[in-house]
């Protein structure tokens, strides 16, 4: 495994696991005991993901030390403002069954986010977080609030894959030391991603699925990937990414790919600016 180094010195896995879109709890709790398994050690959950329970019982059945572990979990817009956040937080970590959290972070940008930041720098400064970050943050939002608060966000989790690749967003993170992680790292595959033939050819080039070519490519971005499987092979193939290296001139190609806009979502969409604003977790 290789590691990100987080401005306050704490090291994050360049692949983690992620559990979106994982709702059926036994098949949560599963995928995460099989992804320990199998040697990750980031596992990335959400309040709204409603399976952190289930990620907590498989932390605690998989026999690994807690120290060797990174949790990440994400605060929902629900629970936005100071006092807000503390609640929203201890129950969190209690569904976690954890003592304190590796990562915390704003899922997204709306409501009253100062207010949970300065939430979350407290919880910070107290022990209870190791590292506190944001996530689908345009970057005017993310200056915004570091430059009027006291700690500077260690990362943002955005939406990176090669058919929204955010070269601008990357260069700003790394000129302010802000780590960027990658959600939707295989597009959710949209556009018919794992058979494009650019990935196709380099995966034949390298022997390496098509797959494995799209996280190496962001990892060689310097990029934390998390992406997510429920069957034990395809978490092999997606954590052996660290034996290889992309030429220069397959990066380019990849390049070549981006349509600069997500094939997701649009969050600019006054209707699904709607709906993350009004959501709430049961």
Known sequence: MEYKVLSNGIK?????FGVFQIDDQKVCEQAVLDAIEVGYRSIDTAATYLNEEAVGRAVAASGVKREELFITTKLWVQD???DNTKRAFEKSLKKLGLDYLDMYLIHKPYGDYYGSWRAMEDLYKEGLIKAIGVTSFPSERLLDLFLHNEIKPMVNQIETNVWFQRKEEEDFLKNEGIAH????PFAEGNNDVFNA??????GEKYGKSTGQVMLRWLIQRDVIVIPKSVKKERMKQNIDVFDFELAAEDMEKIVTMDTGKSTIHDPQDLETARWIGTFAVS
Not at 197 to 202: A, H, R, S
């Open 80 to 82: 936005h403002g100071y």
């Open 181 to 184: 992680e990658a959600w939707a």
């Open 12 to 16: 994050m896995p360049m692949v983690g």
């Open 197 to 202: 033939p650019v990935l196709k050819e380099i």
